[in-house]
């Protein structure tokens, strides 16, 4: 009896070894959600030195995208050392992750678009995974701080592998100092060697490419990077032909995948720059929703990044926003485009926050979530004629039209009135897809009912007009719960 006890003693070990090892082949590698940042775009812009007003801001943002699944921040640096508020506002946004201890993490996302080169880079990473204050609150991935970038495959394989190599070995130490930034991050950031784990969006074969372009792409990279991200925003999801981006995503996650490396999907709500010359109509949440399932479905994605949480200039913005029209210059577009003094040239888009919460569920988990809730989201473009000047090039079937989305519990009835024009539809229970004829008049009006008893009703925020004198293809969005 006693010898048996000793060799099960023995065996224990080795099951649980052998437990351990079939767990890990079969668990799912947890799924990451992510917003890009715009670190040049921020609500409240304060001098003070104490930057307090600041953190408070980004403290609030960052609790509005952790409420909907948001795990963190890709903060994007248009610029660094030419460009030093950069360097502030990213001290105050670790500052406020820091001080929420909430879990939400920040990594850079290095815009080589450009001001930027390699010293700046280096400098970015290093001023805050180097800073014992703030290296838990940045990326790490298998013990690696993770640097993301917006586009610079232009710069070559070389420079990137040096860059990499300057980060793990410690060489070619930062010697920027910045005034101007918080107390914890003002000195010349520690030059250790840091392991990165490098995840760039290089534009391989262009915006929309093909899985030969990818494949090229990658063939340059594959020694240097560890994954990539697709930047697929300028496309019409789902529209069967050029420019459409879910073949451009599959592409690239079959290539990176079959090269063992990490792939970041796009999930966008729309894309037009009011400085822009195109439009890619995504027929309000139908294209993000397609995105999302062939994320979940099909390309397995490991990480998806929403594009953007607050560049409000091309219209991508997610973060639900009160009044946009508030944001330093976000009126200020230049007598070319609008008047200056023209408010609510950007709209909330708080609808599109509500709904990323069922998705990024739906995602993380694998399952579709159950709904507990009846919800109406809307979407719609405030001006509808398209005869704009300048031209704009328009992509996708850009309509006048009001886009539904309803998640419910289980049939029920929505009314709408427009104006002088009231449609009852009785919508299935689940989350569909609705569309309806817009026309100029009051803000929609609309009201959920079940079994004749109102469920929820509002108005939304913006009327429609028939034109106007300038181009404005934003879309206005909100949403109502029981």
Not at 308 to 313: A, K, P, S
Not at 336 to 359: C, E, M, N, Q
């Amino acid at each position: 009896m006693q010898r048996s006890k000793q060799r099960t003693r023995r065996a224990l070990p080795h099951l649980l070894v052998l437990f351990c090892f079939l767990f890990a082949i079969s668990a799912p590698a947890q799924r990451l959600v992510f917003a890009h940042y715009m670190l040049a775009n921020q609500g409240t812009v304060a001098d003070d030195a104490t930057g307090e007003p600041n953190i408070a801001a980004y403290q609030h943002e960052i609790q509005q995208a952790q409420a909907i699944g948001i795990d963190g921040f890709a903060l994007n640096a248009g610029g660094w050392s030419k460009e030093p508020r950069y360097i502030r506002r990213a001290s105050e946004m670790f500052e406020a992750a820091y001080r929420l201890h909430s879990g939400f993490k920040l990594m850079f996302s290095a815009d080589m678009c450009c001001s930027n080169d390699a010293t700046d880079v280096m400098d970015m990473v290093r001023r805050f995974a180097n800073n014992p204050r703030y290296a838990g609150v940045y990326f790490q991935h298998d013990g690696r701080f993770v640097l993301t970038t917006f586009s610079g495959s232009s710069h070559g394989p070389e420079f990137w592998q040096q860059l990499r190599s300057n980060l793990e070995h410690g060489t070619a130490p930062s010697l920027l100092a910045a005034p101007d930034a918080l107390s914890w991050v003002r000195s010349v950031p520690s030059s250790a060697p840091i392991r990165i784990f490098l995840v760039p969006s290089f534009f391989w074969g262009g915006e929309t490419p093909t899985a030969d372009g990818v494949a090229s792409g990658l063939a340059l990279y594959q020694h240097v990077i560890d994954g990539a991200f697709y930047w697929g925003i300028a496309g019409s999801p789902g529209l069967g032909h050029a420019p459409d981006q879910l073949p451009s995503s599959a592409a690239y996650a079959a290539t990176l995948h079959g090269a063992q490396k990490l792939y970041v999907a796009p999930i966008c709500f729309q894309f037009w720059g009011a400085n822009a010359g195109r439009y890619y109509e995504y027929s309000g949440y139908e294209g993000m929703r397609r995105l999302w399932m062939q994320a979940i479905q099909a390309t397995h994605p490991e990480w998806v990044e929403i594009l953007t949480w607050n560049d409000f200039i091309e219209g991508t913005y997610v973060s639900p926003i009160d009044d946009p029209a508030k944001y330093p210059g976000a009126n200020d577009l230049g007598p070319s485009i609008a008047p200056a003094d023209t408010l609510h040239f950007f709209h909330s888009h708080r609808g599109v926050t509500d709904l990323l919460a069922y998705f990024i569920a739906w995602y993380k988990s694998g399952h579709q979530p159950e709904i507990h809730n009846d919800a109406i989201y809307w979407a719609y473009r405030t001006v509808l004629s398209t005869e704009h000047q300048p031209a704009i090039k328009l992509y996708g079937p850009v309509a006048d039209t009001l886009y539904i989305t309803a998640n419910l519990t289980a049939p029920a009835d929505l009314t709408v009135i427009l104006g002088a024009t009231t449609m009852t539809v009785t919508l299935p229970a689940g989350s569909n897809d609705l569309q309806l004829p817009l026309t100029p008049g009051p803000a929609p009006h609309f009201s959920l009912a079940r079994n004749h008893v109102t469920l929820t009703q509002a108005t939304a925020d913006d009327a429609i007009t028939a034109t106007a004198p300038y181009p404005n293809l934003y879309n206005s969005t909100g949403s109502m719960h029981d």
